[in-house]
């Protein structure tokens, strides 16, 4: 089955009804539409631009389901290989920050998504995502929507790679046990509660360091800085921004594999091993090895083959 078709077939099948205008949203309308001329009457629906139209009802839907929160659980897809998995993912990620309407690609997005859990090769911190605002103003009930959806995804991943999780707190103790079913409505429940993100890795899941780096949304403090401290730039104590030791690194490996194109195929594995040296506090060859597999979606290289990866690695990068 192709992309296309799947995203036909769910998109003839996602039908959802929209509640009628309210004053509040002709107020809204009004707002975005006035110039120097005060308007005094309100436009009727017919009159309505189809690109506002599309806003409010997508801004209605993000309501009722924060309101009602239910996450879109399917397994139509059946069983794909983890690189077309990857490959539409990355489409339909696109597609969301080219437009900013994730409600019209979400159940596609979750569907890819859950798939993916259930090979257990690329963790959901090293996939695709649609972007959350780091301010929180820039924030939408959309973006809201993403976060729980991500929380379900984390979840959802715990369970299908058998991961140990000892969550103390009495409401959501099992939510994730392999050995039991698994706990649709606890996970939505657990994703709509209002809790911090890192509450719900460090206190209530009790996740370890190396389950956490594999969440896109169950962070602790530590490990989310730790994810932050790959980025672009820093600033140092004279206030200059400068690159970040993980992209001081890319960048060398970058230069070596166009220097010496038949290594270029190289590049991926040996940037993966790079961040999982970066994200990893006190890192050992065998968890190396294990979260670089989980960053590239494939399985993990053996001891002895990760041992060499990582000699040639730091043989690479030397003197950055």
């Given at each position: 089955m192709t992309h296309a078709a799947i995203d036909r077939t769910l998109s003839a099948g996602v039908g959802r009804e929209y509640v009628p205008y309210t004053q509040e949203d002709y107020d809204f309308i009004e707002e975005i539409t006035t110039d120097d001329t005060l308007i005094t009457n309100k436009p009727s629906s017919a009159l309505i631009p189809q690109k506002i139209r599309q806003l409010l009802a997508d801004s209605h839907e993000a309501t009722l389901l924060n309101e009602q929160y239910c996450f879109p659980w399917s397994s139509s897809l059946g069983r794909q290989e983890q690189i077309v998995l990857a490959v539409w993912l990355d489409e339909i990620v696109a597609k969301i920050e080219a437009s900013k309407r994730y409600?019209?690609?979400?159940?596609?997005?979750?569907?890819?998504?859950?798939?993916?859990?259930?090979?257990?090769?690329?963790?959901?911190?090293?996939?695709?995502?649609?972007?959350?605002?780091?301010?929180?103003?820039?924030?939408?009930?959309?973006?809201?929507?993403?976060?729980?959806?991500?929380?379900v995804i984390d979840c959802h991943w715990l369970y299908c790679t058998k991961s140990k999780v000892y969550a103390t707190e009495g409401s959501w103790r099992g939510i994730v046990n392999p050995k039991l079913s698994l706990q649709t409505d606890r996970i939505e429940e657990f994703a709509a509660t209002k809790l911090r993100n890192d509450s719900r890795a460090d206190e209530i899941l009790e996740l370890k360091p190396f389950q956490q780096l594999q969440m896109a949304a169950m962070r602790g403090a530590k490990v989310q800085k730790a994810f932050k401290d790959l980025g672009a730039a820093v600033t140092d104590a004279t206030g200059r921004r400068t690159p970040t030791h993980f992209r001081k690194v890319t960048s060398k490996l970058q230069e070596w594999s166009d220097t010496q194109p038949r290594f270029a195929k190289l590049y991926r594995k040996y940037r993966a091993y790079a961040m999982a040296l970066e994200l990893i506090e006190m890192p050992t060859t065998r968890q190396v090895a294990q979260l670089a597999g989980l960053i590239l979606g494939e399985p993990p290289l053996a001891a002895s083959t990760a041992t060499q990866t990582l000699l040639k690695l730091k043989a690479i990068i030397k003197g950055v």
């Open positions: 409600i019209r690609h979400r159940d596609i997005y979750c569907l890819l998504s859950l798939a993916m859990n259930t090979l257990g090769l690329q963790a959901p911190a090293f996939r695709p995502q649609p972007m959350i605002p780091w301010r929180s103003e820039e924030r939408t009930l959309e973006h809201m929507l993403i976060q729980r959806d991500r929380i």
